[in-house]
């Protein structure tokens, strides 16, 4: 099996690209969404993982079984968040704690 070679400019462009969602990242962190302020930190994250996913561990080039993996993994990875998220909000504050 021959790998896959990727070019520089690929790896350049993916690098500029994370770059550049962290610093949407850091400049949505001074803006007040309410709620949804977890909701698009999570998926500004979630998009900067599947780029590190597809490109850096070379998913996009593997071969259909390891994408399948990779995709399940990634969804398990979603349904905890998703999961961890409604427990959050559905907790009762308490006085004196937090």
């Known amino acids: 099996m021959s790998e896959h070679v990727?070019?520089?400019?690929?790896?350049?462009?993916?690098?500029?690209?994370?770059?550049?969602l962290t610093g949407l990242t850091a400049a949505v962190s001074f803006i007040d969404f309410g709620i949804f302020n977890d909701v698009l930190a999570l998926s500004i994250a979630g998009l900067?993982?599947?780029l590190v996913?597809?490109?850096?561990?070379?998913?996009?080039?593997?071969?259909?079984?390891i994408?399948?993996?990779?995709?399940?993994?990634?969804?398990?990875l979603l349904l905890f968040f998703a999961l961890i998220m409604t427990d959050y909000y559905a907790r009762i504050p308490v006085d004196g704690w937090g």
């Open 53 to 65: 996913i597809a490109i850096f561990m070379h998913v996009k080039y593997s071969t259909p079984l």
């Open 48 to 50: 900067k993982a599947g």
């Open 6 to 20: 990727t070019p520089l400019r690929t790896y350049l462009n993916v690098f500029f690209a994370l770059m550049i």
């Open 67 to 76: 994408r399948i993996f990779a995709v399940g993994g990634f969804a398990w």
